[in-house]
């Protein structure tokens, strides 16, 4: 059986494309500038489309450039710091970083295999699922499923608020009468799904920088928040001297 | 001026494939196994090699896949848990994960411009540069620099050791003098550079997760780490249920 054959070069063509297009970006363009197309890109620089696509892929992870659906590539502006660790921990809608996350809805669910490990769910047992935006200056930054298991909120009744953005605060209330013991964070690198790509204003399949939150009380894990961040524009803060949504040099 | 036009499908083809391809890797292959190469696989699933490509990049952001060297596309293990937060607060080379990072050499250099900033340095300034790599079972998960004003180090001789790993060595002892005043750290997605990929045994270009760590003391800051990350095998750790490096659940 073959193999997926590799380059073995060690500096491809693009990546040496790739700084030149850089140093283009930075005399050339201003922020939020529309590149002229592929074609004419590619003529100028006298490199094949497929060179020229790759080295501008490597740019959009460098958040250099973004992708807009209808728009085109664009000149990035810095990526914004967002600050996601919690050193004082509080539970999801609560602390200082609460208004910037919206709560959208919250149904029920049998989560994805990965979150009923960490909640120690059987395979069909449905949790409740609160969704939620986070914004900053009118721009989505996150999409989160953040799921609860119906033991951590005993006292919800499900004729309090049957959907929607009110059903959300409900069950997110109900869920602050316990006492948080702790919480722990994971960040990796993913590819945005068709319905979180839509909600951040991106291609399905863009990459993503995913943030798993596991929030302890009751000497188990009460609580897993899935948050999804564009990678294009994010940098994620953790740490005690920051705070809130802030910018970040470089 | 043109724009770069941009499928508007919602949906586009290879994400269909990625998941019909995602459920093959989990019933037909095994861990570590080599994948059929792109010719024959784009012929058992009836799509274009382009097609079969953008597939195969979006299941290597997700981590399932990994593209190696020489080898090819094989089947990834799941990603390993590396804990990077530290809610105690240590100087690099101290603390419990001091044994997974590696000190290689120090030199001096101007450091690039978004590290000068935080570092409040002229744009001329040289500063120290230790190189360290982070190990866990004999495979290198991250390649870092540190960057150091000689201000931080002032009991620092030249002499001491003039390079390698004892130079890198020296150089983190006496900034362990200072006392430190806190830290806070940011993520973020970047491509390998190619002096990191070839450390990482990755592909130049490769997604990587940047994390800048910044170290206080002596009421500003006196050293920022940029360590590199492999995307494909780490996730990150941030908390304090975690340490070391650990194995978390898919």
Redo the contacts between chains.
Sequence with gaps: ????????V???K??HL?TVLSDALDSEFAVGE????????AARFGVARATLR?A?E?LE???RLQ???????TVAPP?V?VSV?D?GHSWPGTGDAADAWQPVDSHQAVPP??VA??LDAGPDEETHVVRRTRMSHGQPLAAELLYIPAGSVPGLSAIDAPGGPARARTVLRELCRLELE??????????AR?DD??ELDR???S?V?IVTT?Y?AQGRTAAVAVATYR??T?????????GGVQL???
């Design positions: 059986m073959g193999t997926t054959q590799l380059e073995s060690p500096e491809p693009y990546w790739k529309i590149l002229p197309n592929e074609r004419e890109l790759q501008l490597q992870l460098e958040g992708r807009r659906r209808g728009v085109g590539t990526r710091g660790g050193p295999a990965a490990r960490l702790g919480q722990d964070q994971a960040v990796e690198l993913g590819s068709a790509a839509k291609l399905p399949g990459p920088l596991r302890y990678a294009d994010c940098r994620l803060t953790f740490g005690d001297t920051g970040l040099a470089g």
